[in-house]
Every structure is written in structure tokens, then in C-alpha cells.
């Protein structure tokens, strides 16, 4: 069974930087597709980073060149490295592990959240 397990959510003033990190168990992280989604309040879920086993990696427009996804093997974590922190960052983050199964049938599983408040 999959299980993620996120930390690392805090406050911060604008301007400053948090490193979220997604402790992985039951799938190495390498083999599957990771991703940060996160969710403000009265807000719809979205997706804020993703990294394929591949490596290949995308970002939402909003945080391009501020955000950056990664991932340690060894320790089976992934992270989102967040710098240049705006009030409208402020949301709960999620990780999320994406599974396409052999029949073609697609799985997600979440963690827990972390939050995230970004404020003067």
C-alpha cells in the first residue's frame, strides 16, 4: 500500500522560502509520477509541480522560476523547494503519487497535506 506522508509546511513572509518534502513508501519514487498539487481556501485543487520516473518535470505558470521539484532516490522523498514566496502561495500542499496500471486503469494517492501561509 502507498502512503505519503508530507512536512515542512510553515509561515513566512513574503519573500522567503520553504522546502516541502513527500516521504514515499510502498513505490519507489523513481518509477512513478510525483507531483505538488495544493488548495486555498474556497479554491479549486491544482497542480503546482510534477516530476515523471522519467525526470521530466512541469510547473504551473504561477510559480515557473520560483518552484522547483525534485527527488532523492535513496530516501524515496520528493521535494518542492519554494523561494520567492507570494501571499497567494498560501494554500494546504498535497503530494500526490500517479499510477497508470498495466490495464490502462489510473490511480492517484495523497498525502496528508501541509500548509502553507505566506503573509506579513
Known amino acids: 500500500q502507498v502512503q505519503l506522508v508530507e512536512s515542512g509546511g510553515d509561515s513566512v513572509q513574503p519573500g522567503g522560502s520553504l522546502r516541502l518534502s513527500c516521504a514515499a513508501s510502498g513505490r519507489p519514487v523513481r518509477f512513478s509520477t510525483m507531483a505538488w498539487y495544493r488548495q486555498a481556501p474556497e479554491k479549486q485543487r491544482e497542480l503546482v509541480a510534477g516530476m515523471t520516473g522519467g525526470g521530466t518535470t512541469n510547473y504551473a505558470d504561477s510559480v515557473k522560476g520560483r518552484f522547483s521539484i525534485s527527488r532523492d532516490n535513496a530516501k524515496n522523498t520528493v521535494y518542492l523547494q519554494m523561494n520567492s514566496l507570494k501571499p497567494e502561495d498560501t494554500a494546504v500542499y498535497y503530494c500526490?503519487?500517479?499510477?497508470?496500471?498495466?490495464?490502462?486503469?489510473?490511480?492517484?494517492?495523497w498525502g496528508q497535506g501541509t500548509q502553507v501561509t505566506v503573509s506579513s
Open positions: 500526490n503519487l500517479h499510477l497508470v496500471r498495466a490495464d490502462d486503469s489510473q490511480l492517484d494517492y
